[in-house]
Each structure stands twice: as structure tokens, then as C-alpha cells.
């Protein structure tokens, strides 16, 4: 054994204990993995949060210092950004001018232009500022951010923004710094707005930045109440120089000093901003993103055969997360510092980490034998792969280490994340997926025992006898006929899977509750950001409570917070507090009181119409009130980016200007005056502001009408169908009980009226149809030709012999026989002949799929000496057998032992009556072009003209009775009781030698049927006959595609060639007698047996291709589409399985007592009968489309043959009368 | 790109289907009409061609902004004209190069006569468009000491990238003549003045490119095997049916 073979050895016991482990105890498992992710993932709580928003730090001015680059210990607060210096220092001059005294005689104009122009001669102050002392001579060149270029994409602004030269933006920076040029622009606001972008502009305009402060706080237009315009200088320094700026500051407050201003300027903030993602970096991010998508939809698309495919799903993609989320953790734990963007590289961690090894456990747990227990099914399933996996993960860890050698940092980090991704993920894989999966595997098999029970549940084992089903009818049901699907746990439908998604949303009414949820959310989140709303209030709160609110520098300003909540713009709670405005004609003064400042103190001394320009504590910090992308928009005009870097933003200067109404009429521009008084509404700015509202509001209600009227008529044009509501119009369907699935789905009615044929004295027996015709027989022997277009009755062949007898007759005489029975016999049969006979009138649900023995039972019976019953000869014929072919033909094997064994009894007395009767009974009947073959119980074959009702030939070479017949071109295959198989060929001499072919319409699969005309001379000679076909009576035969299939009671199936009926395969691999078998003209071959399996078998090589249990008791029949196979057994179960994996996919569970025949109208419609009516299956989703009921009568009469004919019509038997179902609707509806 | 792979073969599937429960129980349904075309040869390779050429396109777009990236700090405003920075005549090319790629592995696999089974699925692609993908992004975004380290690097990348997805002698041949002939391609351009890199460093260039046309030409091979595969698998069922 080499060391390989003993390692893997190793591994593979290794993994069967752990699987072992994992199912025995799941649910601590599961408990010890999540634990271990929580402790893995908590040092992930200290990594910052991903976000864009800017974060600040203040300092004071005095002390002041560039910090350096090396980080220092323990600075206590200071942030770890905070290093090195800034990318620049802002200063901001904050002027405030106003004319005053205002005059009524000034222009709306008059507001802002005069203000506006003092801009230039403040900039000169400003650029020409020296500071000299013994350092030397320092000036704003100097010491100002030198600019280059603008980036090529802004052309259009170069006009504006200041390009080679200092970084010194204002408004005087839209006419060029030139004061000539803003005197003879004619409408400066003009100007301003030229520059606006057009359309929705998100944060920084061009005049946010030039201004400094926010547009509408600049008050620079016409409608300006306050009389006050406001804008700042900024000016960007490369470098700090306190002296300089400090002399700068004394000299413009000297120049125009503000009162009434106490603005603080021992405060410094410094901003650093986060990377921003931009849209060129986002596509390809995002583009990683949905390759990451389509790879876990992919992968995770081949979870198969469990319980919950989305469960599973989700845990794999858990699976995976989380190890990544590990391994981050584990790595911070150790000190690495994530350096990588974890959004970046995120989705190629995933991709090599890969679901792989997840979807390699789950087939591999899936694929093994179902009977195991689940512990040792997980085991053996983990076990059978434990070597590919450990062999990929030391590859995929090999190749990592590979990449770990490239020196490379970002791929050294990656290579580092993506081991410890690995490692932890094999963890998980190992614990937390397997538990998943060893619960999903127990799930499943409850749910298949759940859905087995309702089966058993319907033989309730104390009770005798057939008088069960009688005596304890279920009463909840509300109409015995109805077919009703079992409670939603036992329903295992397969609907598609974008109605699951849509129903589990509408019923759990997901979609709401995240809006809601979401709307409460971003209320939240609106309330929290906004500027004047909870975060600076609880700042402020915070830091009133704070002992330490201004130790050093590091402490949060005292009065950063405060500001906004007691706004000092507030209209109404100035109002109150200021005494009420001095009356004035002018409706302006109005607004005075609005502007009476709660911050410094206002000058005592107000001419009632001066406009006061007042500092309040929100100047202070003007730029707060600005964009968080206003300084980064600025500064990559140039091609700097502010990402991951800081600035510094220095205390404002405020500069207060007052003019006079003379400068202001001075410096007007000629067109000033001749612009039309402005449209000023006399309502005041509070209405304004409300009639906006209310706009917006009718607005926003008129579209909310207009949105739900359209969805209203969306509806109505999509779904014309009143889903739910069992229509009135639909009476006949309210009569049972309306199929509704779990959902309260009811699928759409249509009336389909099946199309009685009536004529019959006594229960069908035999059902024959070529497409064309219809040919049925009844108990009595009478054969019935109808038009399977129409249902008229063509011919009628009456059985000669005794039992010509009217129908009443025949009755009258079973009546008179069952009663002299129970008379005269009671002591032979015994309580088992009166439980029959009781049995007999009314038939019990339990045992519809119990073939009629009616045929059997002679009714010359009460002339038989009784003796003869008490020892029935059972020397010269297989009575066994002959049940058992009644049982088979009836495609309802019986039930168990001791309902058969009366009935064994009588059929034994049965036998011998029909052997001895010279007219026997027809058991056996196929329909080809004009000709009925019928094989009888004496081993007669008689082939009859169908249209004129003539026995065209007969053939009596076999003595055993005929109990199967297949007729295809001009061949007679018959199997006999004696298990021996005849072969007959039908020769039919033309008189004028010509053969008519009538092609069957619309049917490729049928082989064209000679049709024989009246004058042809007819004669069946038996051209072969095996004798020893089966060692035991063959209970199914069937042929097609040249191929004669029968399967017997002997556990085999023999397939033979129809032209020389030379044997060529005897299939083995049932381990019961075979019940059920199909062939159709591909040469598929399909058996289901009586020990439960189904046998898929090619019948080219014999091979057998997929072998699968899917019954408990008898297959009862099967059917097969081009791609599934369906079947039903005795445990009322139909199955469906896929044709090429035999899998199953899914399987419906009926009534007790229903589904023993099947149909396949089209590829994706399926026919079950049941009791009394016929049912539709989508064969795709296994919906319930509908059921039909076939007559009004609601006695359990079942539906034992159906017949499914070219014209998308059933023919099903229905007690005595044949029934033709047409089903255009439901094609309609398919497709 | 891989959602309207998906969307076309669920309509491929559900087309079918619904033509086959139409038309009834005949023995050998007729197909419908997008099978139909789907078997048809010339019109499949159209098909294939054409969504490899949109593959490609979108490919080139996307990578060549991760290339822009490298070189440009921020971006002015209005960025996406940046997407569109480089020749108009690139990403065409790129498509043509792909769809060429695309159609010429699953030949070269039928003429050889061995038909390619490794990891034949859609995860697997997905898998390697996004290793690819992570290639160009290491390319761009990590620094290195040098070139020949670049080099070296994304050289063992782009064999790790055939190692796993690919596995095949005549995806390795293919792919390193193909990357040849593609950097000489790009060589005899730069030299005729007729395209020029944006980057400042023409060793750097020149140190990736070859790498970076190897992977692709495996990345898009893949692709081109897959599609290849659904055309396959009809003709194979209709062989089958006949």
C-alpha cells in the first residue's frame, strides 16, 4: 500500500466520522459555527464603516503646528488621517454688505449690485497684502496654492476659475476680477446663471464655489427681502503662516470692522475626505460585481434533489461570505491593517475562493443510496469526495503561496486574505454547511414519509373484510367524487419557480414591509443628516454633558452643535421675542422683524428701513452649510484630489459693508432702472414657502391617483380573469368542492361537458380506438362501434348465445341471483359471500381499482350444485392466473390477500362456467382500420367488421383464453392464460388487388392501418406460437415500433419481433410480477412491477438504463412523454420522473382509491381518472387544472380505462355508458 | 452580458417546450422555430459570433477604463467620455478578435477530434471572465517595483488561468500564437504612428500586453467552447431522434 493509497485511506475515514459527527448532532454545531464567526468577524468592529462623507477634527490656532508625518503614540484622539500636512489651508473672507439706509427710491437691483462690486477692491486689498517684519516680506503670492491648467474636459469654465496663479476664487471671478466688466454688464444675475449647469445639478455649482456659500443664502437676486447680499473670498494656501494671515485678518477688520461681531477664530477644522468612487471606477466594479452574480447563479443553479434549493443556496453563499468575513477578522486580529479597497477585491476573493467544493458535497450526499440512514448517507457522501476536495485545496493553496512569492504588497495582502479565506472556509465548509445540509437531507426524507402516510393511513389494519371503506367514510369531505388534494404538507406541486417567488410575496406581503421599512429607514436617515436636524442637536446635547467639552484641542467646539438648533434665521420664534415691528407704509418692512438676530447683540439704534447685517453663530462655520464635495469638486477642477487627504480650514474674517443709497445709484448700470419693477408677490415669503407646498402636494397626490389608476388598468388589461373568485357564472363547478392550492389559487374554469355514450347494458369491459373508431364491450358481450368525431353509435354487435338479453333482463337476473344466493348459501359462503354480495350494488371507494369480477361470475351460478362450490376443481386451470389477468387487464392489481381470496373462490366456480359455456366472454379486444379482433375466454379469436357488424374470420387454434391482444399492421399477437403467445397473421385477399390506406389523421405515431373493404375475403392463420413465453400467465402485452413486449407474472420481460416473433431480449431486473408496461415508436421501454420499481430499458441493446423505486405496492400503469415518465400505483401516488436521469421530479399524491388510469394528451397535460371524473394535470408545474365530472350521479363509479384518442379527446369508461371528454380549453390555455 | 446568455437559453428551452406541448402527441415533435434556427448552422454561428463580438466590445470597454484609471488621478465631471478616450476603432477590434477567438477553439477542438470536457460549464466561464477581469485589474491598480516583475507576475498568472480553466494543449498553443501575432499586431501600429499609448511609461505597456492577450484569448475560448456546447447538444439530440 503505498503512502498515497494509505493517506487517502486516512482522509476518507477521517471525513466519514466527521459526517458522522455533523448529522448526530446538528443543531450544537451549528451553534458552535456561528459562534465562531461572531468571534471571528468581532475585530471586524473596528474598522471604519465604508462611506464617502468627510470626517473633521478641530485644533486650535494658537499652538498651531504642521503635525508630522510619523505617526505618534498615543495622541488620544487625534486621528490616524491626521498626519503630515494638509493639501491646503482655506481661508475664507465672509463679507456682508448691505446699502443702508434703504430708500424707496432704489431698484431691486440696488440689492446686490453695489455690494457685489465692492468684491473688487476688497481682492485688490487682499492680493496686495504685505506682511513684513524681521523674517522678512511675506505676500499672498507667496504664500497661495499655485494652480495650473484646468483639466481639459472644463474648457468652458477657464473664463472663470483662475488658471496659473494663485487659488483665490469670489464672485468677482465671473467678470474676470475686472471691475469695468461688472460695470457694464447690464444684469450681473444673468451672468450668474449663465454659468449654472442645466438640468438637476447635484452639489457643488460653479456659483456655490465662487460664492462660497450656499445659493440661496447668498442673496443675490431680485427678491431679496433681507436687503443683505453675503459671499465669501477664499483663498487657498499652500502654507501656514500665522503672522501673515494674522495681519491679513487685522487689517480687513480694520478696514471695515463689524460691530456687532463676535465671531470665534481660535478654531481650525481640518476635513479629510474618503476616497469617492467615482463612475469610471464604479463600471468596472460593477462589472466584477455581476460576474460575481452570474458565477453564484450559475453554481448555485446545480443544487439539486434537495429539500430546499434556495436554502441551500443561501447557505453556500453564507458559506463563503463568512469565511471571508473570517478571514478579515482573523487578519486584523494579527495586526495586519487592511490596506486594500475590500469592495475592490472582495469579488475575486470570492471567485477563488469558489462554491465549489460546496456543490461537489452536496451531489455527492445526494448521490447516495436514499435508503440509508441520513447520518451515514452525509458520511459517505462526505467521505467519497474527501480526497478531490483535500487534494483542490492543497492545489488552490499551492498556487496562492505561489502568488505570495511575487513580493508584490497588494498581491502579498491578497494572496494572505485569500489563504486565510481558504482555510476558514474549509472550516465552515466542513461544519457549517454539512450540518445545513445533513438538516435539508432529514427535511426531505420527513417529507416523504409525511407524504407516504395518508396512503397508509386509508387501511386502517383492525377492521375485516371489505366493509372498511363503507363503514367509516371520511365525513369532512364534502363530495365524494371530487377529487381533493390532500393538505398543503402531503402536496408536493412543483409550480414554477417566479410563482412561488410571487406568491411567497404576496402572501407574506414582503414587498410593503421593505418599503415601509425602507421609507422608515430614509425618513431616519434624513432626519439624522440633516444639518439643522437630530445629529447637531444631539451633538450638542452630547457635548453640553461632556466634562471635558473644550479641554485642548482635541474636544469637540462647545459651540459647533448649539448653533442650528436655536437657528437664528428662525421667523416665528424671533417674532414672538423681539417687540412687534414699528408700523411702516412700505409692505418690505415687513421682514424687518425677521432678521432681528438672536446672536450678538443688535444695534440699538435701527433706523426702522436700514437692513441689518448681523453674525450669528452659523457664519462661524459657513461652509458647513456647504456640499461635502465643494472643496474635493474644487480642487480636481486642478487634478488634485482630496481623496484620503486632508485639508485645513481656517477661521473666517467677516467683513461687514454698508453703503449708501447714494453709491448704490451710483455704481447702477444704465438698464438697471429700465428693467420692469420686479413681480414682488405681496404675500409674504411663509405663504410662498406653504403655496409650494401645497403645489407640490396636489402634485404629488394627483400622480399618486394617476399611478394607481394606471396600475388599476394594467391589472385589468393583464389579468383579465377574477383570480379567486369562483365565478358565478360557474355554477356546475361550485357543485364539488373548488381545487384550490395553498395559495388560494383557483385555476381558471372552463366548461368542458364530456359527451355521454350510452347504450351499454352493463359495465365496459373492453375499450378499443384507432383514432377513428371507437369499439367498446360490455359484461354482457356486446361490442359497440361509435364514432369517436361524434359518438354516434355505428354498429351494435350483440353476444349470440344465452346472454342476448335485454339489459333489465340481465340485471333482473343478477338481482335474482344474488339474492337466491344469499338465501339459499349462507352457510357454504359464509360471512365472506354476504361481505361481497353487500359489496357489490354500490361500489366501494376502496375498491374501484379492483377489477370488476363480475365477467367471472357466471350467472347460471344457482343452478350449480352447492357442493361444487365447497371443493372447487382447481385441477385442470390456473385460477390464479385468472384473477390475476382480471386483475392486470383491469389495470388494478388488488389490494392485498384477503379481499382476493372470496373472490377467488367465486372465480374458481367462475372458471369453470366460462371454459363450459360454448359462448365465452370477450376478454380481450383491439381495433385496426375496419377490423375489431376480439379474443375471447374459450381462446376464440374473432376479427369482425367494425362498420357492418359481420364476423369476417375466426380462428380457434388455442384452447386457453386470450388475455391480451395486440393488433399492429397485419399482425395478431395474443397471449394466452397458459403464458403462451400466439402470433396470427391476418391476410386479406382483394378481389381487385389494391390495398386502401387510410392514414390516421394527424397521427404520425400510427403505423397506416390497412382498411379492408366488404368484399375482401379475410383469414387469420396462427403463424407462430410460443409456447412457453413466460413460465407464468403474461399479464401485459403491448407493441409498437415492430417490437411485441409482454411482461409476466414470472418477474420478466420479454421483447420480441413482431415480423418473425423471434425473441430477443428477456429483461431481468424486476424483483415482483410485472404490472405495467410502455412502448411507444421511439423504443422507449418502460416496466413497473408489483415490487414498486420502474424499469427504463433501451430497447435496442437490452440494456437497462435507470432503475428507480418510486411506488409502496403495484405500479398500476405508466405512460411516457418525450421527457418524463409518468406512473401511478396502488398508493394513489402519480410520479413523475425525468425520462433521461430518472430522477423524479415530483410527485402528486390523490384520493385514496383514485388514479389507477392515465392518459397523455400532450406533452405537458396529463389525464388521471378518478371517481367519476377525469382530472388535468399541468405535467410541468403538477397544477391541478381541472376536473370533469362525468355524470350527475355522485356514487363512486370509477374510471378504470381511458383512452386517449388524436383529437385531443379521452374516451374513459364510466360504469356503463363511455365517455368522450373533449379538451380544446385546456390546449387553449397551455398554449 | 451572462444575463442575456441566460435569458437566451431559458428562451430556448421554454420556446421549445411550449412548441413541443403544442404540438400534441405526435411521435417526433416538430421543433420550434428557434430550435430551428438554432440547428441551422450558418445562423447558429452568426449567433455565436455576434454575442462573442458584444462580449468583446464590452470586455474592451470595461478594461480600458481600468487602464485609464492608472493614469488619471481624478476625473473632471463628465467622465464617460473618458470610456470612449482611446481609438473608436479599439473596442470593434477587440470584439472581432473575440468573436474570431470564440468561433475558432470549438473548430480546432472538432478538427482535432478531441472535444474539451474540463469543467464544460457556466460557472466555470463565469469563473474565468472574472479571473481575467481581476488579471487586467492587477495590471492597472497595483503598483510594482518594476516591469519585469509585472511581466513575470501576470505571466504566471495567465498560465494559472489555463491551468485551471483550460487544460488543453490546443487552447495553450492558440493562445500564446495568438498573443504573439496580437503584440506584434500592436507594435507594428505604435511604430507606424497610427495608435499611440496614453500611458507615460512605454516599457510598462509593453510588459503587460502580451499576458493580458494570452488570458483573453483563453478567457474568450472558454466562452466560445460553451456556446459551442448548446449547439452540440441539439444537433446531437437530433441526431439522437433521428
Not at chain 1, 130 to 145: K, N, P, Q, Y
Not at chain 1, 452 to 460: N, T, V
Request: aromatic share 8%.
Amino acid at each position: 500500500m503505498t503512502l498515497r493509497e494509505r493517506l487517502r485511506e486516512k482522509i476518507s475515514a477521517a471525513f466519514y466520522h466527521h459526517g458522522l459527527l455533523c448529522a448526530s448532532y446538528p443543531v450544537p454545531i451549528i451553534l458552535f459555527t456561528s459562534a465562531s464567526i461572531l468571534t471571528c468577524c468581532y475585530p471586524l468592529l473596528r474598522l471604519p464603516l465604508p462611506g464617502t462623507g468627510p470626517v473633521e477634527f478641530t485644533t486650535g490656532v494658537r499652538d498651531y503646528t504642521v503635525p508630522s508625518h510619523e505617526p505618534q503614540g498615543d495622541l488620544g484622539e487625534r486621528p490616524d488621517w491626521y498626519r503630515g500636512p494638509p493639501v491646503a489651508y482655506i481661508q475664507q473672507v465672509l463679507v456682508k454688505a448691505a446699502v443702508s439706509p434703504w430708500d424707496s427710491s432704489l431698484v431691486p437691483v440696488d440689492v446686490f449690485r453695489s455690494p457685489l462690486g465692492r468684491v473688487f477692491s476688497l481682492l485688490e486689498e487682499i492680493r496686495n497684502h504685505v506682511h513684513s517684519d524681521s523674517t522678512g516680506v511675506r505676500s499672498l503670492e507667496a504664500l497661495c496654492l499655485q494652480v495650473t491648467d484646468l483639466l481639459p474636459g472644463l474648457r468652458r469654465m477657464q473664463s472663470v476659475l483662475p488658471e496659473h496663479g494663485c487659488l483665490l476664487v469670489s464672485p468677482g471671478n465671473y467678470w474676470q476680477n475686472q471691475r469695468e466688466l461688472f460695470d457694464s454688464d447690464p444684469d450681473p444675475l444673468k451672468t450668474i446663471q449663465k454659468h449654472e449647469p442645466k438640468g438637476l445639478h447635484t452639489s457643488a455649482t460653479l456659483r456655490d464655489l465662487l460664492f462660497g456659500v450656499p445659493g440661496k443664502h447668498t442673496g443675490v437676486s431680485h427678491y431679496n427681502r433681507k436687503r443683505v447680499v453675503t459671499y465669501t473670498i477664499t483663498v487657498v494656501l499652500v502654507s501656514y503662516d500665522t503672522r501673515f494671515l494674522g495681519s491679513l485678518r487685522s487689517r480687513l477688520k480694520q478696514l471695515h470692522p463689524s460691530a456687532n461681531c463676535s465671531l470665534r477664530d481660535d478654531h481650525m477644522v481640518h476635513v479629510h475626505f474618503k476616497e469617492e468612487i467615482g463612475i469610471a471606477e464604479l463600471i468596472p466594479l460593477v462589472t466584477t460585481y455581476i460576474i460575481l452574480f452570474a458565477y453564484i447563479y450559475f453554481s448555485t443553479r446545480k443544487i439539486d434533489m434537495v429539500k430546499s434549493k434556495w436554502g441551500l443556496a443561501l447557505a453556500a453563499v453564507v458559506t463563503v461570505l463568512s469565511s471571508l468575513l473570517m478571514s478579515v477578522g482573523l487578519c486584523t486580529l494579527f495586526g495586519l491593517t487592511p490596506t486594500l479597497n475590500g469592495g475592490e477585491i472582495f469579488p475575486y476573493l470570492v471567485v477563488v475562493i469558489g462554491l465549489e467544493n460546496v456543490l461537489v458535497l452536496t451531489k455527492s450526499v445526494v448521490s447516495t443510496p436514499v435508503d440509508l440512514e441520513v447520518k451515514l448517507r452525509i458520511a459517505q457522501g462526505l467521505s467519497n469526495e474527501s480526497w478531490s476536495i483535500m487534494k483542490n485545496m492543497a492545489t488552490e493553496l499551492c498556487i496562492i503561496l505561489i502568488g505570495y512569492f511575487t513580493l508584490v504588497p497588494a498581491i502579498q495582502e491578497f494572496c494572505l486574505f485569500a489563504v486565510v479565506g481558504l482555510v476558514s472556509d474549509f472550516f465552515l465548509q466542513m461544519f457549517f454547511f454539512t450540518t445545513v445540509l445533513s438538516i435539508d437531507i432529514r427535511r426531505m426524507e420527513l417529507a416523504d414519509l409525511n407524504r407516504r402516510l395518508p396512503a397508509e393511513a386509508g387501511l386502517p389494519p383492525p377492521k375485516p373484510g371489505p366493509l372498511r371503506p363503507r363503514e367509516a367514510p371520511p365525513p369532512p369531505r364534502p363530495s365524494p367524487h371530487t377529487i381533493t388534494l390532500q393538505t398543503p404538507a402531503f402536496r408536493n406541486l412543483r409550480l414554477p419557480k417566479r410563482l412561488r417567488v410571487v406568491y411567497f410575496l404576496a402572501r407574506t406581503r414582503l414587498a410593503q414591509r421593505i418599503i415601509m421599512v425602507g421609507t422608515v429607514i430614509w425618513i431616519g436617515i434624513l432626519v439624522y443628516t440633516d444639518p439643522a436636524g437630530l445629529r447637531t442637536y444631539l451633538a450638542a446635547q452630547v457635548s453640553e454633558q461632556s466634562p471635558l467639552g473644550d479641554s485642548g484641542g482635541g474636544g469637540l467646539p462647545p459651540h459647533l452643535g448649539v448653533a442650528p438648533v436655536f437657528h437664528a434665521g428662525d421667523p416665528t420664534s424671533t417674532l414672538s421675542v423681539l417687540p412687534a415691528p414699528e408700523p411702516t407704509p412700505l409692505p418690505e418692512n415687513q421682514s424687518q422683524g425677521h432678521h432681528g438676530s438672536a446672536g450678538a447683540g443688535p444695534r440699538p439704534q435701527v433706523p426702522p428701513a436700514v437692513p441689518q447685517i448681523t453674525w450669528g453663530a452659523e457664519d462661524e462655520e459657513g461652509w458647513r452649510r456647504l456640499s461635502f464635495r465643494h472643496w474635493p469638486s474644487l480642487f480636481s477642477y486642478y487634478n488634485i484630489t482630496l481623496a484620503k487627504r486632508y485639508i485645513s480650514i481656517l477661521p473666517v474674517i467677516p467683513v461687514t459693508l454698508h453703503l449708501s443709497p447714494q453709491e448704490a445709484i451710483e455704481t447702477r448700470h444704465p438698464q438697471d432702472t429700465r428693467h420692469p419693477p420686479p413681480p414682488i408677490p405681496k404675500v409674504s415669503a411663509d405663504l410662498q414657502t406653504d403655496l409650494t407646498l401645497y403645489k407640490v402636494a396636489a402634485l404629488g397626490l394627483a400622480a399618486g391617483v394617476l399611478l394607481v389608476l394606471l396600475l388599476f388598468c394594467l391589472y385589468r388589461v393583464l389579468c383579465p380573469r377574477n383570480y379567486g373568485q369562483n365565478g358565478v357564472a360557474h355554477g356546475r363547478r361550485r357543485r364539488g368542492d373548488l381545487p384550490c392550492d395553498d395559495y388560494g389559487y383557483s385555476p381558471p374554469v372552463s366548461e368542458i361537458s364530456p359527451l355521454l355514450l350510452r347504450g351499454h347494458s352493463m359495465d365496459i369491459e373492453c375499450l378499443a380506438s384507432d383514432g377513428m373508431l371507437l369499439a367498446s364491450c360490455c359484461l354482457a358481450g356486446q361490442i359497440r362501434v361509435w364514432d369517436a368525431q361524434t359518438g354516434d353509435c355505428l354498429t351494435v354487435i350483440p353476444n349470440h348465445g344465452l346472454r342476448r338479453s335485454s339489459s333489465s333482463g340481465c340485471w333482473e337476473q343478477r338481482d335474482g341471483w344474488d339474492s337466491v344466493g344469499g338465501a339459499t348459501e349462507p352457510e357454504c359462503l359464509g360471512s365472506d359471500y354476504l361481505l361481497r354480495r353487500r359489496s357489490v350494488p354500490a361500489r366501494p371507494t376502496l375498491f374501484t381499482d379492483q377489477p370488476d369480477l363480475t365477467p367471472l361470475i357466471d350467472t347460471n351460478f344457482t343452478c350449480q350444485p352447492p357442493s361444487h362450490l365447497a371443493t372447487p376443481p382447481r385441477g385442470g386451470f390456473d385460477f390464479g392466473g385468472l384473477v390475476e389477468r382480471a386483475y392486470l387487464e383491469h389495470e388494478s392489481p388488488s389490494l392485498g390477500d384477503a379481499p382476493t381470496l372470496p373472490a377467488q373462490d367465486r372465480a374458481s366456480t367462475a372458471g369453470t362456467q366460462a371454459t363450459a359455456d360454448w359462448d365465452s366472454s370477450v376478454w380481450a379486444m383491439e381495433l385496426r382500420g375496419n377490423l375489431i379482433a376480439a379474443g375471447r375466454s374459450s381462446g376464440k379469436l374473432e376479427l369482425w367488421d367494425a362498420v357492418e357488424g359481420s364476423l369476417r374470420c375466426s380462428n380457434e387454434d388455442g384452447v386457453s383464453g386470450i388475455t391480451a391482444l395486440a393488433f399492429l399492421n397485419n399482425r395478431i399477437v395474443a397471449a394466452r392464460l397458459n403464458g403462451s403467445l400466439d402470433f396470427f397473421t391476418v391476410e386479406i385477399n382483394k378481389p381487385l388487388g389494391l390495398l386502401q390506406y387510410r392514414g390516421a389523421p394527424g397521427r404520425g405515431s400510427m403505423p397506416p392501418s390497412p382498411c379492408y373493404s366488404s368484399e375482401d375475403v379475410i383469414s387469420c392463420q396462427l403463424t407462430r406460437s410460443v409456447q412457453c413465453a413466460h413460465q407464468k400467465p403474461i399479464t401485459v402485452l403491448r407493441a409498437a415500433a415492430g417490437r411485441v413486449v409482454t411482461g409476466s407474472q414470472d418477474h420478466t420481460v420479454r421483447v420480441y419481433r413482431l415480423e418473425d416473433s423471434c425473441c430477443l431480449f428477456t429483461l431481468q431486473g424486476h424483483s415482483g410480477g410485472i404490472t405495467a408496461i410502455y412502448i411507444d415508436q421511439t423504443m422507449v421501454l418502460a416496466s413497473g412491477g408489483q415490487d414498486g420499481a420502474i424499469c427504463l430499458w433501451d430497447v435496442l441493446t437490452g440494456s437497462r438504463v435507470s432503475h428507480v423505486y418510486g411506488h409502496r405496492g403495484d405500479v398500476t400503469s405508466l405512460v411516457c412523454t418525450t421527457s418524463c415518465v409518468i406512473s401511478s400505483g396502488l398508493d394513489d401516488l402519480i410520479c413523475i420522473w425525468d425520462r433521461s436521469t430518472g430522477i423524479k421530479l415530483y410527485s402528486i399524491q390523490q384520493e385514496v382509491g383514485c388514479g389507477a388510469s392515465l392518459g397523455v394528451i400532450s406533452e405537458s397535460l396529463l389525464v388521471t381518472g378518478g371517481q367519476g371524473c377525469v382530472s388535468f394535470w399541468d405535467l410541468n408545474f403538477g397544477d391541478l387544472l381541472q376536473t370533469v365530472y362525468l355524470g350527475q350521479s355522485s356514487d363512486g363509479q370509477g374510471v378504470r380505462q381511458l383512452l386517449v384518442l388524436d383529437n385531443a379527446a379521452i374516451v374513459c369508461d364510466f360504469g356503463s355508458e363511455l365517455s368522450l371528454v373533449y379538451v380544446p380549453s385546456v390546449l387553449e390555455k397551455l398554449d | 452580458m451572462s444575463l442575456t446568455l441566460t435569458a437566451m437559453t431559458d428562451s430556448t428551452v421554454t420556446g421549445g417546450q411550449q412548441q413541443r406541448s403544442g404540438s400534441g402527441q405526435m411521435s417526433r415533435p416538430s421543433r420550434g422555430p428557434y430550435i430551428s434556427v438554432i440547428t441551422n448552422r450558418t445562423t447558429n454561428l452568426v449567433i455565436r459570433g455576434t454575442m462573442l463580438f458584444s462580449v468583446g466590445v464590452f470586455l474592451a470597454l470595461v478594461l480600458n477604463l481600468l487602464q485609464v484609471q492608472r493614469n488619471v488621478t481624478l476625473f473632471p465631471p463628465d467622465v464617460i467620455s473618458s470610456i470612449f478616450s482611446s481609438a473608436w476603432w479599439v473596442p470593434p477590434c477587440c470584439g472581432t478578435a473575440s468573436a474570431m477567438i470564440g468561433l475558432l477553439y470549438p473548430c480546432i477542438d472538432s478538427r482535432l477530434g478531441e472535444p474539451h470536457k474540463f469543467k464544460r460549464e457556466w460557472s466555470s466561464v463565469m469563473r474565468c471572465v472574472a479571473v481575467f477581469v481581476g488579471i487586467n485589474h492587477a495590471s492597472a491598480k497595483v503598483d510594482f517595483a518594476n516591469n519585469v516583475q509585472l511581466s513575470l507576475t501576470l505571466a504566471a498568472l495567465s498560465i494559472g488561468l489555463w491551468w485551471t480553466f483550460d487544460r488543453s494543449r490546443s487552447g495553450f498553443g492558440l493562445g500564446i500564437g495568438i498573443a504573439l501575432l496580437a503584440t506584434l499586431a500592436t507594435q507594428l501600429l505604435v511604430y507606424n504612428g497610427v495608435f499611440q499609448y496614453t500611458s507615460p511609461d512605454f516599457l510598462y505597456i509593453r510588459s503587460w500586453l502580451p499576458c493580458i492577450f494570452f488570458a483573453g484569448v483563453i478567457t474568450m475560448g472558454n466562452i466560445g467552447r460553451q456556446l459551442a456546447l448548446y449547439e452540440y447538444k441539439v444537433v446531437q439530440e437530433k441526431t439522437h431522434q433521428d
